[in-house]
T-cell receptor, first 111, second 105 residues
Framework: DAGVIQSPRHEVTEMGQEVTLRCKPI?????LFWYRQTMMRGLELLIY????????DSGMPEDRFSAKMPNASFSTLKIQPSEPRDSAVYFC?????????FGPGTRLTVT | GIQVEQSPPDLILQEGANSTLRCNFS?????LQWFHQNPWGQLINLFY???GTKQNGRLSATTVATERYSLLYISSSQTTDSGVYFC???????FGAGTRLTVKP
């Protein structure tokens, strides 16, 4: 398997623009996680899905953030409108049971 | 919420040395995992270990759930072990701040 795939790998956008991050989990995994990593706050879980259903979105910072998982092989994290403080590395991970497998991350810079 | 503390924050070793990294947590846990983030940013799962002991090559981990801590042992360290080691607990994956390990040749 190719592992967890994330796109784009790098994104630079201007404040106020919409940003969409994409994730393809490992085939057969039934849980998917979105994380954000910053120097100030470290690694934070934003939201996770089980069998395509959002289970816990308490980590989503505010209404500007939304996540969807329309099917077992695809998820998106959308930020609208983006702000400079959203600059971070966003990771997607998937799991079959407990061990999580991370994608390479998307480095987002909002200017 | 649950607090997760890792120690030491930084560790510098000579290649071949052994080390112990610690993860303390403030409440009972049903899930504890150790991860390694390499210098290129990739996160790799090392262990799922809510209790007991596991070993994988030169790495092993022990969690004493009743005393609220977990230990990660690295033996005969190599330069490729460099990076940041994180523990994370529970279903909401509360991460510690990490231990930054540097292994010098």
């Amino acid at each position: 398997d190719a592992g967890v795939i994330q796109s784009p790998r790098h994104e630079v956008t201007e404040m106020g623009q919409e940003v969409t991050l994409r994730c393809k989990p490992i085939s057969g995994h039934n849980s998917l996680f979105w994380y954000r990593q910053t120097m100030m706050r470290g690694l934070e879980l934003l939201i996770y899905f089980n069998n395509n259903v959002p289970i816990d979105d308490s980590g989503m910072p505010e209404d500007r953030f939304s996540a969807k998982m329309p099917n077992a092989s695809f998820s998106t994290l959308k930020i609208q409108p983006s702000e400079p403080r959203d600059s971070a590395v966003y990771f997607c991970a998937s799991s079959e049971r407990y061990e999580q497998y991370f994608g390479p991350g998307t480095r987002l810079t909002v200017t | 919420g649950i607090q997760v503390e890792q120690s030491p924050p930084d560790l510098i070793l000579q290649e071949g040395a052994n080390s112990t990294l610690r993860c303390n947590f403030s409440d009972s846990v049903n899930n504890l995992q150790w991860f390694h983030q390499n210098p290129w940013g990739q996160l790799i799962n090392l262990f799922y270990i809510p209790s007991g002991t596991k070993q994988n090559g030169r790495l092993s981990a022990t969690t004493v759930a009743t005393e609220r801590y977990s230990l990660l042992y690295i033996s005969s360290s190599q330069t490729t072990d460099s990076g940041v080691y994180f523990c994370a607990v529970n279903n909401d994956m509360r991460f510690g701040a990490g231990t930054r390990l540097t292994v010098k040749p």
